[in-house]
């Protein structure tokens, strides 16, 4: 199992990248026990629990009547408000604003409305603002709650914004069959036996 990801916990575990052992298995079954048959779900609500990853997908272009909010844009960068883009000008830029914003309405850029100052960046060559909104996508799914934070902690980075949903899987009759063996001790942890180079070279004599 890939090792390079993996993220230092007290105790070695699944949910982390540890390998499969007699340990790891027992505290897998026993966290998944929390999940789906103990106190867990009072925080989900469902014995019948699939823990997805979702992370927060930005969409462009809605009218601003049917949008979450305003969002100006330029070339590859967006701004999600007047302020946040006017933080990002060097001072040279802002004073170039300020002095256009000044002949035309006679106070800077940040005295304005909201409302006024997205007119202004509307009026700003190749800039466009528009109206966005947000959508949850899923990345991946978990048997535990622990294994989707541990995944989120370890790649938030790559995905932004991320939360763990809960997915009932009440009629996954495959899933809930596969789990329930695990939890009434059906379906267990067997190793694998180990054959030493001895062994090995008896059964190619016995063949």
Not at 4 to 16: C, D, F, M, V, W
Not at 49 to 75: M, S
Request: charged share 30%; hydrophobic share 35%; with cysteine.
């Amino acid at each position: 199992m890939p090792t390079e990801n993996k993220i230092g916990e007290r105790a070695p575990s699944l949910a982390t990248g540890h390998d499969l052992t007699a340990s790891t298995w027992s505290d897998f079954v026993q966290r998944l026990r929390h999940d789906c048959s103990g106190a867990g779900v009072n925080w989900h609500h469902t014995a019948a629990a699939l823990f997805t990853v979702q992370t927060k997908r930005i969409e462009y272009g809605f009218e601003p009547d049917y949008a979450e909010g305003l969002v100006v844009c330029l070339e590859d960068q967006s701004w999600f408000s007047p302020k946040e883009y006017w933080d990002d000008l060097d001072d040279d830029e802002r004073g170039e604003m300020d002095d256009q914003v000044i002949a035309d309405r006679e106070c800077g850029f940040l005295d304005l409305d909201e409302d006024d100052q997205w007119d202004i960046l509307r009026e700003l060559d190749d800039h466009t603002v528009t109206g966005w909104t947000h959508r949850w996508e899923i990345v991946n799914s978990h048997f535990t709650k622990d294994a989707a934070e541990a995944f989120i902690r370890r790649k938030k980075h790559d995905y932004g914004e991320m939360k763990v949903y809960v997915e009932s899987q009440y009629y996954a009759w495959e899933f809930e069959a596969i789990k329930a063996a695990i939890l009434d001790g059906t379906l267990t942890y067997s190793p694998k036996p180990v054959v030493n180079a001895h062994d090995l070279v008896s059964m190619e004599t016995a063949r």
